[in-house]
């Protein structure tokens, strides 16, 4: 009869166990991966941790069950003890690194911001011509908030909806001088405008410029948007509200701005060369600097305005309000103020030379060395004004209907008048 070494056959068996233990612990780890990996909702990072915290509790249960085996087996074979347990050893640190690997794997599938992107700067472009507007506002507002995490994204950006503008709101001069003030800018544009107006200038390049010409952006809301150095030549801007709103060195030339709203708007060394600023409110605006000669600014309110410095060559002023304006050093030659008013304003070494002031009201101004060379200054109001010499009405153009502060008469050549 065949005899057994009751030491091998214990021993082969230990190992059975042994293997036995590491293939249950593999498929396990396997039935945990799989179950996380198939739940929805849960981030990569969480699903992770979960597994990872699933793992070393089942690492800790096989573990357990192994030494006992282990122990039990101690007094027969002390060599295949040692064996086994260098087996499920490299068992275990062959499970742990394949789950290393799945973690690293899993944060490789992440995509970089650098990868983000620009992914999502060709979807926002390419939503933009989409026939939906909502989906337009859409990629307007993606196109905003990129512009803010990319800076060298930013001014593409601006110029890309500069062009949406120009593209899709262009001037119509049919309908330029249409009064009733009843064509309601499209909501895409003035979603466009508002991010442009809003967007952080400091990130602007230098010398490069928003370009705006020839747009109709009739009825448009610019409250407080930053528009320096903009180019709106030929743009019909009627009705807008610029309240607030920088304009300070923006080209405005040959612009219709008539009935706009300016109030405290910064228009300083702005360009308005032939713009038509009819009825446009202006009250404590800044103009200092800015040029607007040939400008039509027929009853223009100005009044507490700085036009420190601004020339206004030839412009139409008639009717216009400019009481307790800044008009130190403005150049108003050839200009036409008829009936203005200009009461309470400061027209120290203004150059008024052949502008014709009939009818306007200079009360109290102050007209310190201001020049009135050839100027026409019939049916004018000038009671009360400081520092009004003789000399300077002498160069003047005047008749008999000219009011005079009390403390001057009338030059001998304007009662002939």
């Not at 995509?111 to 983000?116: A, F, G, N």
């Not at 890309?160 to 249409?178: C, D, G, K, M």
């Not at 008009?327 to 009461?343: H, K, V, Y």
Request: net charge negative.
């Amino acid at each position: 009869m065949k005899t057994y070494d009751m030491s091998f056959i214990k021993t082969n068996g230990v190992t059975s166990l042994l293997v036995f233990i590491s293939i249950i612990f593999i498929f396990s780890a396997t039935l945990i991966f799989s179950l996380f990996e198939s739940i929805e909702g849960f981030p990569n990072q969480e699903k992770i941790e979960y597994i990872n915290q699933a793992l070393t509790t089942l690492a800790i249960i096989i573990g357990g069950l192994a030494l006992i085996t282990s122990a039990n087996a101690y007094y027969i074979s002390k060599l295949s003890l040692d064996e086994n347990q260098s087996l499920l050893t490299q068992l275990l640190d062959g499970m742990l690194a394949w789950d290393k690997n799945i973690v690293t794997g899993i944060n490789n599938t992440q995509p970089t911001p650098e990868e983000v992107v620009p992914e999502r700067f060709c979807k926002a472009i390419e939503q933009l011509g989409n026939e939906k507007i909502e989906t337009r506002f859409a990629a307007i507002y993606t196109l905003e908030q990129i512009a803010k995490d990319s800076q060298k994204d930013h001014w593409t950006i601006m110029e890309i909806l500069a062009a949406f503008i120009r593209e899709n709101s262009p001037v119509n001069h049919e309908y330029e001088n249409n009064s009733q003030g009843s064509s309601k800018l499209p909501t895409d544009i003035q979603t466009a405008l508002t991010v442009i107006g809003r967007r952080d200038a400091y990130k602007d390049p230098v010398n490069q410029k928003l370009d705006l010409r020839n747009t109709d952006l009739r009825n448009a809301d610019l409250t407080k948007a930053n528009l320096f150095r903009a180019i709106f030549v030929g743009a019909n801007l009627q009705w807008v509200n610029f309240t607030r709103a920088n304009l300070s060195e923006a080209d405005l030339s040959l612009t219709n701005l008539s009935s706009s709203i300016l109030y405290e708007a910064n228009l300083s060394k702005a360009m308005l060369p032939e713009a038509n600023l009819q009825g446009v409110v202006l009250r404590k605006a800044n103009i200092s600097k800015a040029i607007l000669y040939d400008a039509n600014l027929e009853g223009a309110i100005l009044c507490d305005a700085n036009l420190q410095g601004a020339i206004l060559c030839d412009a139409n002023l008639q009717g216009a309000i400019l009481c307790d304006a800044n008009l130190f050093e403005i150049n108003f030659e050839g200009s036409n103020l008829q009936d203005a008013n200009l009461i309470g304003t400061n027209l120290q070494r203004a150059k008024l030379a052949g502008a014709n002031l009939e009818g306007v009201l200079l009360s109290t101004a102050n007209l310190q060395d201001a020049n009135f060379h050839e100027a026409n200054l019939s049916r004018a109001n000038m009671s009360g004004c400081e520092n009004l010499e003789l000399q300077q009405i002498e160069q003047a153009i005047g008749d008999r209907t000219t009011i005079l502060p009390e403390n001057l008469n009338i030059p001998q050549h304007w009662q002939a008048i």
